[in-house]
């Protein structure tokens, strides 16, 4: 199992690549990694150093796969983080060069805008990208409730908004949606939700909520999704795996009182969680 993975790079802590590559190999998972961003640490700590790619140093990277003959090869593109609005092109080029490699291949897109409380934190032309050019070509797309709202128009604040806004999302293209940090109105204060349509109606994971507030969870639980999908071929098994292991994750970075997650010390947890949560199915 391969996946080309096309996202941001830290030297200290765990975001973008340097929090999906390593729990996806722990599963099993090959990746080859391509990164769009190569910073000191990543952006929340408000100071940092290192580079943006451009479009053409991604392109350059995958055509250099490409030569080799591997993308027959790869299952999958994940793409996270991007940098810049030009390197959204060079990751539509991987896709294109990955299908036209191997029909079978699929891309899941996870469409870094922003989040609750943050507000808008990428570029310029980036959120536009994503929902116009992005989540169009993607397989499956992984939006927290913010970057949700932001693909659809749609505020969400019940259970029938986030229907809504999950139905328009599948217009655009995806046929497997998975929305994480979700809060609505009727959920209760202790708890956050991560919820996924695959096409047969809602199921939800319910977690309890931690005190904690990290970078790199949700490039975390985009790569144990789609990871564990690419296994399974299943949308509930992922769904099962990906809540449990980030739970797993976060629990133990919070008892540790860490600023940056334990991707390194809670490794067990991608590949046998701790606690396993169940599936809920919503009624439509």
Avoid at 186 to 191: S, V
Avoid at 203 to 216: A, D, F, Q, S
Avoid at 222 to 239: C, H, I, P, T, W
């Amino acid at each position: 199992m391969n996946i080309l993975s096309i996202q941001s790079w830290v030297s200290y802590g765990h975001v973008g690549n340097a929090s999906a590559v390593f729990p996806l190999q722990r599963m099993g998972i090959d990746v080859w990694a391509i990164n769009t961003v190569q910073f000191s640490n990543h952006t929340g700590y408000g100071k940092w150093t290192g580079q943006v790619y451009t479009g053409e140093n991604v392109r350059e990277l995958i055509d250099g796969i490409a030569e080799r003959g591997a993308l027959e090869r790869c299952n999958g593109v994940l793409s996270g983080y991007m940098g810049d609005a030009g390197i959204g092109e060079s990751i539509l080029h991987a896709v294109a060069r990955v299908r036209e490699a191997n029909p079978n291949a699929l891309y899941c897109c996870d469409p870094v805008i922003g989040d609750v409380g943050r507000g808008v934190f990428v570029r310029p032309g980036i959120p536009e990208f994503m929902r116009d050019r992005a989540v169009a070509a993607a397989d499956i797309v992984t939006p927290n409730q913010f970057e949700l709202e932001y693909l659809s128009g749609t505020t969400v604040a019940h259970t029938a908004d986030l229907e809504a806004a999950i139905a328009a999302v599948h217009a655009i293209g995806p046929k497997i949606v998975m929305v994480t940090s979700v809060r609505l109105d009727d959920t209760p204060d202790d708890a956050v939700d991560i919820v996924v349509s695959a096409g047969s109606g809602l199921m939800r994971v319910r977690t309890p909520l931690l005190p904690i507030g990290v970078n790199g969870a949700g490039d975390a639980i985009a790569a144990l999704f789609f990871g564990k999908f690419l296994q399974e071929q299943s949308a509930e098994a992922a769904l099962a795996h990906a809540a449990s292991a980030t739970h797993g994750l976060l629990k133990r970075t919070a008892e540790a009182g860490s600023r940056e997650i334990l991707t390194v010390g809670a490794q067990d947890e991608f590949v046998s969680p701790t606690t396993r949560f169940s599936v809920e199915h919503l009624a439509k």
